[in-house]
């Protein structure tokens, strides 16, 4: 009987981390954690014959960790960290007025924000970013390991980054960009095994600094020596365009890239035949399309765009288009970029 209902737990156990892995259900979280602390037995109603008992659960239990790695992705993001300020107006701006807003700060920069929904989705996650050492950054890589993102690189003396990013009332966003320190990561920086991972996702931020254009490409390849895929996100039209299309791809192309992201004009404006064998096209309320293939918009409500298609990605690279899709319509019901 006992054995019995170690199994019966140890099941249990698998069942509630599947929920967490497949879905991020908070719910699941919080179901998780009780019964493994009631596997663990707490400092609570433990008797001397309760040894072989705990013995019994305890080959049970990594079953289950087993499990759970199996049904895990590993997301290995690159890019920025920065201090994202999102202004919700109340009203369309006006030049030279006051509008009323609601405003709000917290981590954000492409490439933590798609770490940060690949680990409410349910994956593993890990930010490569260069930091700087002051109290903002500080504050941005405490908030980040709050959402269990494993936050990697070097820091450095020097500015954190900073989005504004303005949302209008109907959700349309304007960004305004300072990427701080960010920018200046450079391949001497970086340790090979932090991209030990299913997938690797470029912000195609990093591909407009040349140093940080040649660290993505290392990554990339230490990625693929390791069996795993290599993403990217065009990011921003206007800058492609600034640096030279020419210029951009042939950045974009040495990573190789598995899949590619973008929305209707990045992908324009690069001309994207041939980049990636999966080609996703973000359409905001649209939905997206994957080499040529429409998936229809999660209807709901819509308060802020902004990092809607960070969201998009994340999902898409732990479980598809249309877990990427179930998260794009989480973000923009909310205010702000991450979960």
């Known amino acids: 009987m006992a054995l019995a209902g170690a199994v019966a737990v140890a099941l249990l156990l698998f069942a509630e981390a599947r929920r967490v892995l497949e879905r991020g259900e908070t719910a699941a979280r919080l179901r998780l954690g009780r019964l493994l602390t009631a596997a663990g037995g707490g400092e609570h109603g ?17 079953l289950v960790a087993v499990h759970a790695t199996i049904l895990g992705v590993i997301v290995c993001t690159l890019g920025d960290l920065v201090l994202d300020v999102v202004v919700r107006l109340e009203r369309p701006l006006v030049s030279g007025d006051d509008a009323p807003a609601r405003t709000e ?14 680990a ?10 260069k930091l700087a050492d002051d109290d903002t950054g500080r504050l941005l890589g405490v908030e980040l390991e709050r959402r269990r993102v494993e936050v990697l690189g070097p820091v450095v003396s020097g500015r954190t980054g900073v989005v504004v ?7 349309e966003r304007t960004m305004a960009s300072d990427r701080g320190a960010g920018a200046t990561l450079a391949p001497a920086e970086l340790d090979p095994e932090w991209f030990a991972c299913d997938v690797l996702h470029v912000s195609g931020y990093g591909l407009l600094v040349e140093d940080m254009a040649a660290a993505a490409a290392v990554a990339a390849q230490e990625t693929q020596a390791r069996g795993g895929r290599v993403s990217l996100d065009l990011s921003t039209w206007s800058a492609i365009r600034e640096l030279g299309r020419d210029r951009f791809h042939r950045r974009a192309a040495a990573l190789e890239p598995d899949i590619v992201f973008g929305r209707d004009r990045e992908l324009d404006e690069l001309d994207d035949a041939g980049l990636a064998p999966t080609v996703v096209r973000k359409l ?5 399309v994957v080499n040529g293939k429409t998936h229809a918009a999660r209807p709901g409500p819509v308060v802020d765009t902004t990092g809607a298609g960070d969201a998009l990605a994340a999902g ?5 288009i249309e877990l990427g899709l179930d998260a794009a319509a989480r973000c923009v019901a909310k205010q702000g970029t991450m979960p």
């Not at 409410?120 to 970013?129: H, I, K, P, S, Y």
């Not at 905001?284 to 997206?288: M, Q």
């Not at 898409?316 to 598809?320: D, R």
Request: glycine share 20%; hydrophobic share 45%; charged share 15%.
């Open 46 to 62: 433990r008797g001397a014959d309760e040894a072989a008992e705990q013995e019994r659960l305890q080959a049970v239990v990594p």
């Open 165 to 171: 990013s303005i949302a209008e009332p109907g959700g």
């Open 316 to 320: 898409f690279l732990v479980g598809g």
């Open 284 to 288: 905001g309320p649209g939905g997206a």
């Open 120 to 129: 409410e989705l349910g994956a593993r996650a890990r930010l490569v970013a």
């Open 105 to 118: 700060v917290g981590p954000g920069g492409q490439a933590a924000n798609v770490a940060a929904w690949a």
